[in-house]
């Protein structure tokens, strides 16, 4: 899999419009682009998955832009339940993964 | 939507003891799960990856003796701590990852503590 990259911490304030941005300079044809979101002691949540250009669904946007090797998590007016650890896994669909590792993660903390 | 059921989600042993810790996908098939390890604070850290019906492929660091892992049928994978130590005490994850999209979900967990 695509080796990633993220900011290690954000900060941002409540109802605010947060931006996390992630590098994967070798990404794939195959590859898709998805994020995760982890609480302490609980297991990964998936928010949003896209390929190209832009997807959006209740939670959250995802911005890819043509050459695909970033992409950035758009979160509209974080909450303090917000706060958590958010990754960034690319890989290929298809019938199984070969690996999905996960790199160190962005840690965002919404303060009030 | 899919779910991935991690059981126990707390154990607690004392050390020697072995503890069995199960994986399974609960309204799909999953021919491929895999099991991390995560430390407070860190990232999660693959530890194999768990094929059903063949031998797990194991992360360069991972003691096949100390983990097993099974991977029985298309719902279920588990892993087995053997004659746990203090050092192994750690949060365990799973995900499974559906035929035939490939998407991943991820179990809730499962905290060890090693007495």
């Known amino acids: 899999l695509a080796k990633t990259t993220q900011p290690i911490s954000m900060d941002s304030y409540e109802g605010q419009e947060v931006n996390i941005t992630c590098s994967h300079n070798?990404?794939?044809?195959?590859?898709?682009i998805t994020w995760y979101q982890q609480f302490p002691s609980q297991g990964p949540r998936f928010i949003i998955q896209?390929?190209?250009t832009k997807v959006t669904n209740e939670v959250a946007s995802l911005f890819i832009p043509a050459d695909r090797k970033s992409s950035t998590l758009s979160l509209p007016r974080v909450s303090l339940s917000d706060t958590a650890v958010y990754y960034c896994l690319v890989g290929s669909l298809g019938t199984s993964y070969d690996k999905v590792i996960f790199g160190p993660g962005t840690s965002l903390s919404v303060i009030p | 939507g899919a779910v991935v059921s991690q059981h126990p989600s707390r154990v607690i042993c004392k050390s020697g003891t072995s503890v069995k810790i199960e994986c399974r996908s609960l309204d799909f098939q999953a021919t491929t799960m895999f099991w991390y390890r995560q430390f407070p604070k860190k990232s999660l850290m693959l530890m194999a990856t768990s094929n059903e019906g063949s031998k797990a492929t194991y992360e360069q660091g991972v003691e096949k003796d100390k983990f097993l892992i099974n991977h029985a049928s298309l719902t279920l994978s588990t892993l087995t701590v053997t004659s746990a130590h203090p050092e192994d005490s750690s949060f365990y994850i799973c995900?499974?990852?559906?035929?035939?999209?490939?998407?991943?979900?991820f179990g809730e967990g499962s905290r060890l503590t090693v007495l």
């Open positions: 070798n990404i794939a044809t195959n590859d898709y």
């Open positions: 995900s499974a990852s559906r035929v035939p999209t490939g998407e991943l979900f």
């Open positions: 896209g390929y190209k």
